[in-house]
């Protein structure tokens, strides 16, 4: 059988479904005696043993979260509260329970201030916990899973997450979440798949999950197992035959040094950026902190993530793009009103620049941040110089209050765009004047130039990165980058592209930025790409690429290392390439 | 009875971390321990209070503390807050 969920960590996982029971347990009032009270607080000191037990075993990290849990099990005032209720109502435990923890978890939630409120799930949490304790219910113990388990739950909490051994779990499936959810997060640190919005999964069903494509086929066929372990295997050959570019520069085989860049979005990902081998973060996707959440995060909580980030890479760039959301996303306290052309509409600069107080505290959290490491400001959705320049005057007076505050700056921070409408792209002169370097959004360009929404199946095969006026563009952004002398990078999808990769190199492209678990891949093509031939190739040629399948004869001519034939292009070579579309 | 007043200046006021330094620093006193902000009091020794406070960067709370070893339990609470709070 096969289920199709949503893949918020990518990798194969195969192995037996756990699944984590959720015990139905009765919350309503009911008359009861004193001894309750003694039943209670029996369960709270055992459930605070349990867990300092278990977070002797854990990391620092997750044996905090479990430290903070039993300081609250020994909360005077909590426990006091859930006693008085039981002496005053002559209630039972459980009543009790859910009443005082709901109290406080809805109190959170309405703080209107944003850690509170995410201490909500934590009290929510610790109440299920205390429940299962006082109906005998053994905690899951996530330490002690069955190998090769893949851990399958409605959601994940706090709790059972800190505990988890990473050896024995191959993946995780729950029927709620999303990317931004507490399991995607965790299941992404770990470098384990997860697929998201399937239930129905019984415990033991033996399960091959694809956490890139979202898909689950449960109780696999003999064929389909064999199928799915040779590709694991093939996987696992490829990333260790890679292992050898580890630590080796990234440069062409005539010495031409390029930049490998990290995308990251989640705080989580800062450490995985780190440990990539990667020259620094191309493109910090500061979305991922407004999202799922009922206000805006604070310049305090801002300047956190990015310093880490900061610190995490030291003299290693780190380019933060500011906020960049629009109507697609549906985040009430921001005021975004879904819009009938969302792409084309109130977004990013055009967005930021209306809510002047919101955009100047991202814009102190990261510059107070490049105090602490090397820091770049990367503008998005750029189309008018005046864009640019409002951006840098408000920057500029940013820089100045800081200043006269006395708070910590980097000084002199480089100011960047990405290059990702069509006007930006055609006047890439103009704004390399202006701005200290571009990062070509390859995804929203394409996107822009073809006019196609590519989320749209009736028209996504117009979509393509490979069409000449796509490639076209990119070449005219980078020989004008070169120009003007200022470093022209990659972020979008087409950065991990490896049938892109010689392309964007001989185009002069400095920089590529992508995936992390990409970089050794890409790494490995560079250093195989002879620069200046295939710069020689390119210039001859990419002013006369007309379709697809040209592009593609470029592309594959680039990789052969064999010159095309001249006009009219590669004649020879459409016989032998398929056409990436379907258009027969 | 012992009264200060005192500036907290963790980037992220009392979340859950230092809140639970907070605590552990004064629990082990016998003095009664608690603080005033915004004409509210909060028993400093109960995290979930401290929590509910929501006590943010550079707001000033005000700290009782009565007992027999209120002294001491104030240069304490006073250090750790001074210290961080394991920030």
């Known amino acids: ?143 002690v899973l069955p190998k090769d388990s893949i851990l399958t739950a409605e959601e994940l909490t706090t709790s059972a997450a800190a505990c988890i051994d990473e050896a024995l779990v191959n993946g995780f499936v729950a029927a709620k979440g999303g990317t931004t959810s507490h399991m995607a997060i965790i299941a992404r640190s770990m470098g384990l798949p997860a697929v ?30 064999a199928e799915y372990r040779s590709l694991m295997e093939g996987r696992r050959r490829e990333r260790q035959a890679l292992e050898k570019y580890r630590g080796m520069p990234t440069e062409t085989s005539d010495g031409r040094q390029v930049e490998l860049y990290a ?51 030291g003299k290693r760039p780190v380019i933060i793009r500011t906020l960049d959301i629009g109507g697609d996303k549906e985040i009430p306290y921001l005021g975004l009103e879904k819009e009938e052309n969302p792409f084309l509409g109130w977004r990013a600069i055009r967005y930021c620049a209306d809510r002047e107080e919101l955009f100047a505290a991202q814009l102190r959290a990261i510059l107070r941040a490049s105090a602490f490491g090397t820091i770049k400001i990367m503008l998005p959705m750029i189309a008018d110089l005046r864009e640019l320049r409002y951006a840098r005057s408000l920057i500029r007076r940013l820089c100045g209050e800081l200043a006269a505050q006395g708070i910590a700056f980097g000084q002199n921070i480089a100011v960047g765009i ?35 929404d590519r989320g749209n199946q ?100 680039l990789e052969s290392g064999q010159p095309l034939r001249t006009s009219p292009l590669g004649q020879t070579n459409r016989q032998v390439i398929s056409s990436p579309g379907s258009w027969s | 009875m012992l009264r200060r007043q005192i500036t907290i200046n963790n980037p992220s006021g009392l979340h859950m971390r230092p809140a639970g330094v907070f605590v552990k620093a004064a629990t082990p006193f016998q003095s009664a321990v608690s603080f005033d902000i915004r004409g509210h009091t909060y028993n400093a020794k109960s995290m979930i209070n401290v929590l509910s406070a929501a006590v943010k960067r550079g707001d000033e709370i005000e700290l009782r503390i009565e007992g027999e070893d209120e002294q001491a339990c104030m240069d304490a609470v006073v250090s750790a807050i001074e210290s961080g709070l394991g920030e």
Request: hydrophobic share 45%.
């Open chain 1, 263 to 313: 995308n990251i979005g989640l705080e989580a990902d800062i450490l995985k950026a780190s440990q990539a081998d990667a020259d620094g973060v191309g493109l910090f996707r500061t979305e991922f902190l407004f999202m799922n959440r009922s206000a805006a995060p604070s310049e305090e909580e801002q300047f956190a993530v990015y310093k880490k980030a900061a610190l995490a890479f």
């Open chain 1, 418 to 452: 990405m290059v990702e409408t069509p006007a930006a792209a055609l006047l890439a002169g103009a704004f390399a004047k202006e701005a200290d370097f571009f990062s070509i959004g390859t995804n929203d360009l394409t996107q822009y130039v073809m006019a196609v």
């Open chain 1, 1 to 143: 059988m096969r289920l199709q969920g949503a893949g918020v960590s990518e990798g194969i996982g195969i192995g037996f479904a756990y699944v984590l029971q959720e015990h139905a347990i009765d919350v309503s009032k009911k008359d009861a005696g004193p001894e309750e009270g003694y039943r209670f607080s029996k369960a709270a000191e055992a459930l605070s043993r349990i867990l300092g037990e278990r977070a002797a075993a854990v990391d620092k990290e997750r044996a905090e979260i479990l430290e903070s849990h039993i300081m609250l099990l020994r909360d005077p005032v909590l426990l006091s509260d859930v006693e008085k209720m039981i002496t005053d109502e002559r209630c039972n435990g459980e009543y009790a329970v859910n009443a005082v923890f709901e109290a406080y978890a809805e109190l959170f939630r309405q703080s209107g201030d944003e850690l509170l409120s995410m201490r909500a799930d934590d009290m929510r949490d610790i109440k299920n916990n205390l429940l299962a304790v006082m109906n005998g219910y053994a905690l899951p113990d996530l330490s």
């Open chain 1, 196 to 225: 998201v919005g399937v239930g129905g999964i019984a415990h033991g069903d033996r399960l091959i999950i694809n956490g890139g494509t979202g898909e689950i086929i449960v109780n696999p066929s003999q064929a389909e197992l």
């Open chain 1, 458 to 557: 009736k028209v996504a095969k117009l979509y393509s990165a490979y069409n000449p006026a796509v490639l076209r563009l990119i070449y005219h952004v980078s020989q004008e980058a070169r120009r003007h002398n200022i470093p022209c990078g990659i972020c979008g999808e087409a950065g991990s592209d490896p049938l892109l990769t010689r392309f964007f190199v001989g185009c002069g492209i400095s920089e590529l930025s992508m995936a992390s678990a990409c970089v050794l891949e890409i790494r490995s093509i560079i250093r195989q790409t002879a620069y200046a031939d295939a710069k020689a190739m390119i210039d001859a040629s990419v002013e006369q690429l007309a379709d697809v399948e040209d592009s593609m004869a470029l592309l594959q001519g």
